[in-house]
Antibody, heavy 121, light 107 residues
Framework: QVQLQESGPGLVKPSGTLSLTCAVS?????????WSWVRQPPGKGLEWIGE???????NYNPSLKSRVTISVDKSKNQFSLKLSSVTAADTAVYYC??????????????WGQGTTVTVSS | DIQMTQSPSSVSASVGDRVTITCRAS??????LAWYQQKPGKAPKLLIY???SLQSGVPSRFSGSGSGTDFTLTISSLQPEDFATFYC?????????FGPGTKVDIK
């Protein structure tokens, strides 16, 4: 079955750029799925960041849109998140997830284990 | 943005209890709603999609209902492994938004 694994630096300096990658195994990133990023600040709820389709089509949360870029690398079967100009408020556990495409909403049915990113000098 | 609210914010219950969690959307989202369970230190797990469809592998004691703006998640007989935080999430409009969560703990 499909598995997702996040990777990237656990510590980012303020004003820097957070960069994470989600490796997709057990299936193709070119399948009929949207590939998403969701984050969770310590002790708080879930925030949807955005998603990408293998064609490169993206949807972003407007609250982050000016700082976020999600990209896909089909040759490596992975997708990535870049968040620029980070502050302490961006400290969170970052999850990647799969959302099947379709006429209805099938939920985000596969999740990575999450990776903690701390913004600090 | 569509605002999602949940009630209660927390509930204390015993094994075997029936537990109902309510989720309300700030506007009509039809059935574009999912429910997730999250345990401490773990990723969310999809329980229900399209408001009332049970995700494969999820026990049948979990059920979802509702359409439009009002939704419920019901656990018919709470089991020890069900103690967790539950989130609703709408996918009717971007940005997708989650409810604040309902924590179910042991009475």
């Amino acid at each position: 079955q499909v598995q997702l694994q996040e990777s990237g630096p656990g510590l980012v300096k303020p004003s820097g750029t957070l960069s994470l990658t989600c490796a997709v195994s057990g299936g193709s990133i070119s399948s009929s799925n949207w590939w998403s990023w969701v984050r969770q600040p310590p002790g708080k709820g879930l925030e949807w960041i955005g998603e990408i389709y293998h064609t490169g089509s993206t949807n972003y949360n407007p609250s982050l849109k000016s700082r976020v870029t999600i990209s896909v690398d089909k040759s490596k079967n992975q997708f990535s998140l870049k968040l620029s100009s980070v502050t302490a408020a961006d400290t969170a556990v970052y999850y990647c997830a799969r959302r099947p495409d379709g006429e209805s909403y099938y939920g985000m049915d596969v999740w990575g284990q999450g990776t903690t990113v701390t913004v600090s000098s | 943005d569509i605002q999602m609210t949940q009630s209660p914010s927390s509930v204390s219950a015993s094994v075997g209890d029936r537990v109902t969690i309510t989720c309300r959307a700030s506007q009509d989202i039809s059935n574009w709603l999912a429910w997730y369970q999250q345990k401490p230190g773990k990723a969310p797990k999809l329980l229900i999609y399209a408001a009332s469809s049970l995700q494969s592998g999820v026990p049948s004691r979990f059920s979802g209902s509702g359409s439009g703006t009002d939704f419920t998640l019901t656990i018919s007989s709470l089991q020890p492994e069900d103690f967790a935080t539950f989130y609703c999430q709408q996918a009717h409009s971007f940005p997708f938004t989650f409810g604040p969560g309902t924590k179910v703990d042991i009475k």
